[in-house]
């Protein structure tokens, strides 16, 4: 009878480990799940995370809320404009608050890089983004495409009249008088034109890197073009034929369209336009690495990737999603290229070209 008793608990307690095993398989290993499974085959609960993007407007941060939380992750989302992120991912590097940030461009992204405030981590879908958008050191690894746009009011300028190039604005008496000459404190957008033209005249001999021939186009684009105005809607200054030439994002032509009722034409230089790339990053030093790395790994595939560009009209940089994208967006990009930039190089510059610019170049 003993003998038979103690069988009788073996198989018992043989019983409940089998049962326990059972329940720890979580979701089958699904890194996008409530509960991924870890390289010891144990469940392993997603942490909440807080998410830090200047990409979260017009309804963005809400969708990728709820879709996160389809998908087993809970996140905070801090929003803010990219130049005050920066600054506050710097200023709490030694004490990080943000585990992942989102939609910060290239030359932000430098500027942490040399922080020292991301984590180097390559998702497996950096594979499926376009050739030259991902950083090459593994930091960060591109989203979301955004050109940057030299428009026309179609009632205004015909197409067949229209500039061929940013430089044609200033070099050609024609468009005097015609187009917006961007105001760069604070904003990416305008500094990353600026950007445009004097990088085709890097000279390492030259003031801040340019040569004199550069900083004359600059000082010429000044000096023909329009001031804007703060407060204004350049779009709406394009619709009433006031500045008919204005610098425009491709992701808000739809909207602006629809706004102001002028479907505005685009210019594509041989050289390429500025293309802003929304990227994503884990912060260096997270209490929560593994979560972070299972939400970047969600956030940029070519299914998350192609709800969001056909949401929001906007064009994926992962190639895999390209198809998801709208028609007119499709058919706007296949006539343009990016203009090839040395991102660290701009980011290294740009605030003193802007300085040089405000003080020397504009009156």
Same mark, same amino acid.
């Given at each position: ?5 103690? +069988? +009788?608990?073996?198989? +018992? ?5 089998? *049962? ?6 979580? /979701? ?5 799940? %409530?509960? =991924? ?9 997603? !942490? ?19 879709? =996160?939380? =389809? ?8 929003? &803010? ?9 710097? *200023? ?12 910060? /461009? /290239?030359?932000?992204?430098? #500027? ?13 879908? *950096? ?36 500039? #061929?190039?940013?430089?044609? +604005? ?69 619709? %009433? ?72 009209? &906007?064009?994926? *940089?992962?190639? #895999?999603?390209? !198809? ?12 343009? #290229? ?21 003080? !020397?170049?504009?009156?």
């Amino acid at each position: 009878m003993k003998k038979k008793f103690m +069988l +009788l608990t073996l198989t +018992l307690v043989l019983a409940m480990m089998v *049962a326990a095993c059972g329940n720890k398989s979580g /979701n089958g290993g699904n890194p996008a799940g %409530s509960n =991924a499974e870890s390289e010891g085959g144990q469940a392993v609960k997603n !942490e909440k995370l807080i998410v830090y993007t200047n990409a979260n407007s017009d309804g963005r941060g809400e969708w990728l809320v709820e879709k =996160a939380k =389809a998908a087993g992750f809970e996140i905070e989302i801090v929003g &803010a404009g990219g130049a005050d992120l920066t600054n506050r991912l710097i *200023a709490e590097k030694n004490n990080p608050v943000a585990d992942v940030v989102y939609g910060l /461009n /290239n030359m932000l992204y430098e #500027k942490l890089k040399k922080e020292n405030v991301l984590a180097k981590y390559v998702p497996a879908w *950096a594979s499926d983004v376009e050739e030259g958008l991902n950083d090459p050191d593994g930091y960060y690894h591109g989203l979301i495409k955004q050109a940057i746009l030299l428009g026309y009011n179609p009632d205004s300028i015909a197409a067949d009249q229209a500039p #061929k190039d940013w430089t044609d +604005l200033w070099n050609n008496p024609e468009f005097h008088g015609k187009y917006e000459a961007p105001a760069l404190l604070g904003q990416i957008t305008p500094q990353l034109v600026v950007a445009g033209i004097l990088t085709r005249h890097i000279d390492e001999n030259g003031e801040l890197g340019i040569s004199q021939q550069g900083w004359d186009e600059v000082k010429k684009m000044y000096d023909n073009g329009v001031p804007m105005v703060e407060g204004e809607d350049p779009y709406a200054n394009l619709a %009433s034929g006031k500045t008919p030439l204005v610098t425009i994002v491709s992701g808000t032509l739809k909207s602006k369209t629809e706004q102001y009722g002028v479907e505005a034409g685009t210019v594509a230089p041989e050289v390429g336009v500025p293309m802003i790339v929304e990227h994503a990053a884990i912060i260096n030093g997270t209490k929560k690495q593994e979560t972070a790395e299972r939400f970047v790994e969600w956030l940029g595939t070519a299914e998350v990737q192609g709800e969001f560009v056909a949401q929001f009209n &906007a064009m994926p *940089a992962n190639m #895999k999603a390209v !198809e998801k994208a709208n028609d007119e967006v499709k058919n706007l990009y296949s006539a343009l #290229k990016a203009q090839q930039f040395d991102w660290g190089f701009l980011s290294d510059n740009i605030e003193q070209w802007v300085e040089k610019i405000e003080l !020397e170049i504009k009156k």
